[in-house]
């Protein structure tokens, strides 16, 4: 069994208007979104960088490019889901063992959303919850106004 680790991360600015999707759950008490060119999940592109990191194969930029209009509002489990379907060309053998997320948002507080965020990244995964590892974090004020994840992957080909 060879072992590889993957690291992704990912932010975005805050505005109204739009919903805060995290991990491909929409936040519904959240005043705010993301300003992005997809729904902004930042949990789900830093766990698809991390996990195209795995094989040196680039970020969702190359394959999700910003200018092309196609994207425009794309649902990030697509991208996810994508992301997936490269890693299988590369070997068919792939077990994801677990992964480690930090989501820095100051408001709203994320900690009674956990369940729900774990639980659709576990499934999207393959994986059971407790191989997914979830930590909200604010920024004590030194990051007002954006959201960001950054994730660690351990997978086995």
């Known amino acids: 069994m060879n072992l590889r680790i993957g ?13 805060l999707v995290i991990g491909g759950v929409t936040i519904p008490d959240s005043p705010c979104g993301t300003v992005a060119h997809s729904d902004g999940d930042v949990l789900l592109h830093a766990l698809s960088d991390a996990l195209l990191s795995t094989f040196a194969l680039g970020d969702i930029g190359h394959y999700f490019p910003p200018s092309d209009e196609r994207y425009k509002n794309m649902d990030s489990v697509k991208i996810l889901e994508h992301v997936l379907l490269e890693l299988r060309k590369h070997s068919n053998n792939i077990q994801i063992q677990n992964l480690a997320a ?39 004020g030194m990051a007002t106004g954006h959201v960001q994840a950054r994730v660690t992957i351990l997978l086995a080909t």
């Open 7 to 19: 690291y992704g991360e990912d932010a975005h600015v805050l505005t109204g208007g739009r919903p």
């Open 102 to 140: 930090v989501v820095t948002l100051d408001k709203p507080k994320l900690g009674k959303h956990r369940e729900a965020i774990q639980s659709k990244v576990a499934e999207l995964l393959g994986l059971g919850p407790h191989n997914v590892g979830i930590t909200f974090k604010t920024s004590e």
